[in-house]
Nanobody
Framework: QVQLVESGGGLVQAGGSLRLSCAGSGRIFSINTMGWYRQAPGKQRELVAVITSGGSTNYADSVKGRFTISRDNAKNTVYLQMDSLKPEDTAVYYC?????????????WGKGTLVTVSS
């Protein structure tokens, strides 16, 4: 019943921008840490950015200064603003969240949204 759905992916040229969104739905009591991960073809999934319930953030070194993570608790939504995109940013981006449900805190993943950056 509880799920995360990403949106906002697409094709952009190098130097362009995209804004990803991830919305939680279902019987959600609250959401703790939320984050974005990405996985390029043939590579392992890697952390991009995380944000705690208190608003503290952390970023991968490769995206610092270019990406910004934020959240809207009233909407159970996390965002990833991506600026100055590079071809190496091309990947499927996944939303992750620790969601408090009736059984307790559980880890959820979205199905992913594809970001392609052309040269």
């Amino acid at each position: 019943q509880v799920q995360l759905v990403e949106s906002g992916g697409g094709l952009v040229q190098a130097g362009g921008s995209l804004r990803l969104s991830c919305a939680g739905s279902g019987r959600i009591f609250s959401i703790n840490t939320m984050g974005w991960y990405r996985q390029a073809p043939g590579k392992q999934r890697e952390l991009v950015a995380v944000i705690t319930s208190g608003g503290s953030t952390n970023y991968a070194d490769s995206v610092k200064g270019r990406f910004t993570i934020s959240r809207d608790n009233a909407k159970n939504t996390v965002y990833l603003q991506m600026d100055s995109l590079k071809p190496e940013d091309t990947a499927v981006y996944y939303c992750n969240a620790a969601i408090v449900v009736i059984k307790g805190a559980m880890d959820y993943w979205g199905k992913g949204t594809l970001v392609t950056v052309s040269s």
